[in-house]
């Protein structure tokens, strides 16, 4: 924790700074407005002035734990993220399976409007995140956000092994989140498939067939040759995860995207990880609050309502959170005000303090 100077936490309790110069007077701790005050001193002089004041660490502040009775949990669908090199084939497989769910005979167009996606096959959904693969993922690890259960590493058979494809492998072993291979683009004349698994078993990542731990598929994203085994590898991965989440409480989740849109305001996509989130729901994402006005789908359809390892586009957050960010729902709407309020502070607050030269006006001017 980073403290707060007194006139940060006048400014926080929204009292007069000398009030807190008093009562730290009092307390045998004399300070003036720009000194700092220690964690348990702010605490002390909070509950001094009436207020409950808890001063959050980095952890506790980033993450929140939720506790769910076993009995609760019910089966989610498989988050999955695409990584690997350069033109090694991503985008092509994203649309190939985007294709696929459609040939099933889904509703709507294939016409991506979040930076997600969700597939049904056998029955079964997977959810794919695609937003650019690699930022997406490191910027989540940074925040102790996990969001993919599979990586799907794409290696084209006619390149081999490349620097981002043993970036991915980093990345997803890091993790800890296991890789299902997809060997691409075996319609080409220089493709050597069994090459690219002969490569990869010096990084670990060793074939089925051969007493490894990892699936491979030989797939054509352009031709769609292979997709449809490629889909069934991952739930079969997925049913050896049993992946598990409470449907039936507030949700809670990550952002996985966020822009300020002109004509929309403020719009983000959320992965719910836990809980239903509804149209309607106060929650705070990040140093955003709001309340949810409206929710896209992934095919851009209104929807009431999502639940675990659904992606949804939500509209009507007051400010625009970071990729990364986790969110929340609050069944008290100032609840939710109050924790946005308090982490913007502490933002500012944090701000401030890598400021080296701390002057009375440049204080007041940041905040
Ligand atoms: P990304 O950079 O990983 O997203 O790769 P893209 O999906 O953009 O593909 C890069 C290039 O490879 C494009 O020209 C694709 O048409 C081509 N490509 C992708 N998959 C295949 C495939 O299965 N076979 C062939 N022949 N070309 C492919
Ligand atoms: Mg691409």
Redesign the pocket.
Known sequence: PQGATVAQLAELLGVPANDIIKRLFLLGNPLTLTESMSDDLIELVADDLGRDVKVMTKEEENSFTFYDDPKDLKPRPPVVTVM?H????????LDAIRHTGVAEGEAGGITQAIGASQVKINGRTITFIDTPGHETFTAMRARGAKVTDIVIL?VAADDGVMPQTVESINHAKAAGVPIVVAV?????PGADPTRVRQELTEYGIIPEEWGGQNMFVD?????HIGIDNLLEAVLLEADVLELKANPDTFASGNVLEAKLDRGRGSVATVLVTRGTLHVGDALVAGMAYGRVRAMLDPKGNPVETAGPSDPVEILGLQSVPMAGDEFRVFQDDRDARDLADQRALKARIEEQNRVKHVTLENLFDTM
């Open positions: 690997g350069v033109d090694h084939g991503k985008t092509s497989l794409i691409n683009k075996i319609d080409k797939i054509s994203a352009k031709k």
